[in-house]
């Protein structure tokens, strides 16, 4: 459409300006968007409408994805979705699901925005179970689904049912591809079938470094901790044996690599893998690599440098910060000898130090909620406000129970998928 020689924007003009401000998940540019197309007078499409309120529920502006959805003389399918797609990022699962059970007709992603939801919400319960009504209405469901629910069960530990969903890939002839096969191995790895993730893992031909993760973290924590490390140098070797690039390692990997060396008192191997993944690979320690030295040198009896280095941790506000929690949920299933024991003594001592230190008491509830020692992190808090203790600015302590459902190495699958067309970000 052309007016006065100049071009007048319709709504094949507005989707892809919108679909932009919902992966920049700008509030302020969303609004613009919202008006400019209000002016040009093609808020009235259907696909338009269904785009703004997808571009809402990416701003977490639920207030302004309810009106829109209110406003429409007609839905489909797909606005029920972005709607109770958009309820899902702010956390109202109550709101999602009430809106999931008043839809007159279901599709495999509105399944996979509630099963997806329950996960990233911690109730992998529910995941499991909207899947067993999914299968029972008569949807198969696909990829995405299935690394969902894998997931699912891969967090709860549940092997029978995640075996079931083995079978039902199986029994529905879905094609093998990394993403599936990568949750397989992270299955059967927390589960404690570290043979068997192995055996899974050697079928996989294009390998990416989320799988690679996957295996050494589970010989690493959950089986033989000599076989995590020789997987670790399988992986950075790989280049020279196969004549492919080579794959160079994450924060991950060395989370495995650390844990692995912890647990077999390996002190000299330990420091030059803490010290290799800074200097040569320019991976800044997190909290979980400062806990996993912690617990190597007092394995080895060295209370001094195990005080030292958690220290080092404490003094830095950003490797105690909300992500910290999220790393920690990798340790819940590290077996240390000590347990929290370690961490416990050192941050009391260090309290009893520097009573007013607030990064020492947040070392501590971190050390507790890797134990899964709620009510102690409950004391802590307390015994912080009768200190009068106060968070230092900019250093934001999440609820630690967040711990046992944001496993990071899902994160990094979902963006692994996402780069794919296979993506786990939607799973």
């Known amino acids: ?70 406003e429409m003389s007609r839905r489909d399918i797909a606005s029920w979705n972005s709607f109770i797609d958009a309820c899902v990022k702010v956390w109202d699962l109550g709101l999602a699901h009430n809106l999931f059970d008043r839809m007159l007709e279901k599709n495999v992603i509105s399944w996979n925005i509630m099963i997806k939801g329950y996960l990233k919400a911690g109730n992998p319960g529910c995941s499991l179970k909207l899947f067993r009504q999914m299968v029972g209405t008569g949807f198969m469901g696909n990829e995405k689904t299935v690394a969902s629910v894998l997931s699912a069960c891969s967090k709860s530990a549940r092997l029978k049912e995640g075996r079931s969903v083995h079978g039902f890939l199986i029994k529905n002839g879905m094609k093998s591809n990394v993403i599936i096969d990568t949750a397989l191995v992270n299955l059967y790895c927390n589960c404690q079938k570290v043979g068997l993730a192995r055996r899974m893992f050697d079928k996989i031909t294009n390998r990416n470094r989320v799988c690679w993760n996957a295996m050494i973290l589970g010989h690493c924590i959950h089986g033989n901790p000599a076989d995590g490390l020789k997987l670790f140098a399988d992986m950075i070797d790989r280049c020279k044996v196969r004549g492919e690039e080579g794959i160079s390692p994450d924060e991950i990997s060395f989370v495995g690599v650390l844990s692995a060396c912890a647990r077999a008192r390996l002190v000299t191997e330990g420091r030059n893998y803490f010290s290799q993944m800074k200097n040569k690979f320019g991976i800044k320690p997190n909290f979980a690599h400062y806990w996993c030295m912690a617990n190597l040198y007092v394995g080895a009896e060295l209370s001094l440098e195990a005080e030292e280095i958690l220290r080092q941790m404490s003094d830095c506000a950003e490797d105690l910060s909300s992500d910290s929690v999220i790393w920690a949920n990798l340790l819940i299933s590290c077996r240390f000898r000590e347990g929290a024991t370690v961490g416990e003594r050192i941050a009391k001592c260090l309290i009893e130090k520097e009573p007013k230190n607030f990064s020492y008491y947040k070392l501590l509830m971190n050390v507790y909620g890797v134990a899964g020692q709620w009510e102690d992190v409950a004391r802590v808090k307390q015994l912080m406000k009768d200190r009068g203790i106060e968070r230092v600015a900019g250093c934001n302590l999440v609820d630690l129970k967040g711990i046992v459902h944001n496993l990071k190495v899902d994160e990094l699958w979902r963006e692994s998928v996402e780069q794919r067309d296979a993506k786990l970000a939607e799973s």
């Open 1 to 70: 459409m052309r007016t006065h020689g100049c071009f007048v924007p319709n709504s094949y003009t507005f989707l892809p300006l919108l679909s932009s401000c919902s992966k920049m998940g700008c509030s302020k540019s969303a609004r613009k968007c919202h008006a400019q197309a209000i002016k040009f007078g093609v808020v009235n499409n259907l696909p338009v409408y269904n785009c703004l309120i997808h571009m809402y529920g990416c701003c977490g502006i639920l207030e302004f994805a309810k009106k829109v959805f209110l």
